[in-house]
């Protein structure tokens, strides 16, 4: 099994060693501009989730069932073996952590996250290209259910009144209410503490080394079990950032609120404001 995140100049070593299927997941605009050489690009809203009319069932980007998302990896190529390495153009966060944690909850063991994205490959000496990539098409990819750990707004509601731990990544301004750019109603779920997804970067936009991601979610964490721990962001994309750097940092996975704040909000439920 490999490390949740790769760096640049070991994709290029890779690509050279390995059939290796290259993901980018950022906006697909950019994508038609430029993209690594050889990427194929996947879609948030057609390709990982199942966006309903209404964001109060199951938020903004539910995830889609099995089957769907079989069909997708078998169009992009990817088969049980391959080699994937994910990227966007917004260090992982835009979708790229989603997309990571749907093939790990799909059962795949060999899928990665570029850190620095395309920029810090380009810069490593990766060719750039902006051609629409085709890939040769496989079996739809076969698996019966998500095998990460998930919460339901039940849970949420239930973990918001005791001891249990909620995580919401977004920036620090939409946790206080001060802003919703997105979403009906601004504020957090009660009892919900705010470790935005950026402070799991560095200055130039590289996850944080490992050791330093753990003492930094250990100390979130405390003496909490990872099974009571719930992590969401506004539609349960973001969220996977943190996942992704808690699972970079050797810790245990914690569950992810797919229906997160869109969801929570949408449902009219308690809205806190404030730190």
Known sequence: MVKPIIQPLDLIELVKANDVVIIDAGNVVSYGMQHLKGAKHIDLNTDMANVPDNAAKGGRHPLPDPVSFGAVLGRLGIKPHSHV????????????????????????KNVQVLNGGVTAAAKAGFPLSDLVELSEP??????????????????????ADNSM??????????????????DAIAGHIPGAINVPYETNLDADG????????????????????????????????TACHALLAIDYAGLPLPRLYVGSWSEWSGRGKTVAVGE
């Open 85 to 108: 390495v994910v990227y966007d153009d917004k260090n992982g966060a835009l979708s790229a952590a989603r997309f990571w944690w749907m093939l790990k909850a799909a059962g795949h």
């Open 138 to 159: 496989a079996a739809p990819y076969v698996f019966t259910q998500w095998q990460l750990p998930q919460a339901y707004i039940d849970d949420v509601e239930k973990a």
């Open 165 to 182: 731990k909620i995580i919401d990544v977004r920036a620090a301004a939409r946790f206080r209410g001060e802003t919703e750019p997105l």
């Open 206 to 237: 590289f996850f944080l080394e490992p050791e330093i991601l753990a003492k930094k979610y250990l100390e979130v964490l405390g003496d909490t079990n990872t099974k009571d721990v719930i992590v969401h962001c506004g539609s349960g994309v």
